[in-house]
């Protein structure tokens, strides 16, 4: 065996020994190239580290997405302003820098159904992702019926620790379905302990003064809301339902096909 064969040979188990894969796969190639472009062994060692740092960030972005459990991934690119043109287009860009989750800010959506709330939340949350912040999205009659099944088998405890984590947790669809006196303690709990600790975003279809409906209390309506609304941006999202105006034209098209072949 050469000297050379024996070297990469050693070089490729070290590295595999020290699980820097990237460096272990890439060893031979950047070798070549770095030999072919009168490299020298700091810049070849400086290529190779570069890789196996990207590779492991494209990793953990990966990782940190499928924790999230966003239910659909969207980006921002994919929001339609122009049918939405009561959100606040340049608050929105500001808000994707992810420096809301930094000072620990909160975010409300709120705002008719259908109009690209839920979208614009995940579309935050993916971009928060992306930038190495822990985030996790609920649905918040999931997380109500999580948070009760968890404190019927006592590891309640280790829920709101793993809740607790969090850089960002996103409280999807509040509104939507009144919440039990136990559901709506254990709900004011998650949102109370993630005060000036973990960002918030909600997303909701109800007006502040309506959220009684889903928590069923003044007193802790009241509080919640003192919470969330202290250091918070609030998105306004009032323009036509974008599933209404789907339908619509769906059923357009139909009665135009019909009208056609009559």
Request: hydrophobic share 40%; net charge positive; charged share 30%.
């Amino acid at each position: 065996m050469s000297t050379a064969t024996k070297s990469t040979v050693l070089l490729k188990h070290h590295l595999k020994a020290l699980r820097l894969p990237t460096m272990q796969s890439e060893s031979e190639r950047i070798a070549t190239r770095c030999a072919a472009e009168n490299v020298d062994h700091l810049g070849y060692l400086l290529q190779l580290t570069e890789l196996e740092l990207l590779e492991r960030e494209r990793k953990a972005a990966e990782r940190r997405l499928k924790a999230a459990r966003f239910p659909a991934l969207k980006t921002l690119d994919g929001f339609d302003f122009t049918a939405q043109p009561s959100v606040n287009k340049v608050l929105v860009a500001e808000l994707m820098r992810c420096a809301y989750v930094e000072q620990r800010e909160n975010i409300i959506l709120a705002g008719n159904p259908g109009t690209g709330k839920s979208h614009l939340a995940t579309a935050l949350g993916v971009e928060a992702c992306a930038r190495g912040k822990k985030v996790r999205f609920w649905r918040v009659t999931e997380l109500v019926t999580a948070l009760m099944e968890a404190r019927e088998e006592r590891v309640l405890a280790r829920m709101k620790s793993h809740l607790a984590k969090l850089d960002l947790l996103i409280l999807d669809e509040l509104g939507y379905v009144p919440a039990s006196q136990l559901g709506a303690e254990l709900l004011f709990d998650v949102i109370s302990t993630a005060y000036e600790r973990t960002s918030v975003i909600v997303t909701t279809n109800l007006a502040f003064e309506r959220w009684v409906e889903v928590l069923g209390s003044e007193r802790l309506t009241g509080a919640a809301l003192d919470r969330l609304t202290h250091r918070c941006h609030i998105l306004e999202c009032n323009g036509e339902s974008y599933r209404l105006k789907d339908a619509q034209r769906r059923r357009r098209g139909a009665t135009t096909t019909s009208s056609d072949q009559d």
